[in-house]
C-alpha cells in the first residue's frame, strides 16, 4: 500500500491545538472568564479529532516505513505508535470531560482539565521528538536511505553537489 504522508501535516495540528486549548485554559483559571473556557473546550474537541486522524495516518504510513527501519528504528516506530494511541484515547476522554465541565461550569472537574492539558502537552513533546527521531535518526519516509547509513557509503549523492560548486567558481 503507498503511503498518503498525510501523518506530517496532520501532526502538527495533533501537536499544537492541545497546547493552545491549555493557554485558553490558564486563561480561564487566572480570570475566571467563562468566554476562555469555551474556546478551550472548542479547541481540545478539534484537537481529539486531528489526534485521531494523525494516529490513523501514522498507522498507514508507519506500516511502509517500518521494513526498512532498523531494529532499534523499528522499536522507536512502535513505541511511537503506542504513544500515540495513548494520547488519542487521553485527548478524548479529556476533551469530552471538558465539554461536561464547560457545560455546567464545574470548577473542580475544570481544574481537572488543566492538569490533564499538562500532562498531555508534555507527553506531545516526547511524542513529537520520538516522531522526529524516526524521520531524521533512523531515515523514516525517506526514500531510499531508510538507515540513513546508505547515504555516507554512496559517494555519488556528493558528486553532483561537487560539480556544480567547480562550475560556479569558474564562473566566477
Known amino acids: 500500500m503507498e503511503s498518503t504522508l498525510l501523518h506530517p501535516p496532520l ?10 486549548a491549555l493557554v485558553f485554559q490558564i486563561a ?39 521494513p526498512f527501519l532498523s531494529t532499534e528504528g523499528q522499536s522507536v516506530l512502535l513505541q511511537h505508535k503506542n504513544i500515540g494511541f495513548y494520547l488519542m484515547i487521553a485527548t478524548g476522554i479529556l476533551a469530552v470531560a471538558k465539554f461536561f465541565a464547560c457545560k455546567v ?15 498531555i502537552s508534555s507527553s506531545l ?32 549523492m556528493f558528486v553532483e553537489e561537487e560539480e556544480e560548486h567547480d562550475e560556479q567558481e569558474d564562473e566566477g
Not at 501532526?11 to 493552545?20: D, S
Not at 461550569?105 to 500532562?119: C, K, Q, W
Not at 526514500?143 to 540513513?148: F, M, Q
Request: proline fraction near 3%.
Open 105 to 119: 461550569r464545574n470548577v473542580p472537574l475544570e481544574s481537572l482539565v488543566l492538569v490533564g492539558l499538562f500532562a
Open 28 to 66: 480561564y483559571s487566572i480570570s475566571s472568564n467563562y468566554v476562555y473556557s469555551q474556546w478551550s473546550a472548542r479547541i481540545l474537541i478539534i484537537s481529539a479529532v486531528m489526534m485521531g486522524l494523525a494516529w490513523y495516518t501514522g498507522g498507514l504510513e508507519g506500516k511502509d516505513v517500518y
Open 125 to 156: 513533546a516526547y511524542q513529537g521528538l520520538l516522531g522526529g527521531d524516526i524521520v531524521y535518526k533512523y531515515g523514516g519516509s525517506v526514500e531510499k536511505y531508510s538507515d540513513g547509513m546508505e547515504c555516507l557509503n554512496d559517494p555519488s
Open 11 to 20: 501532526v502538527h495540528f495533533a501537536i499544537v491545538l492541545p497546547m493552545v
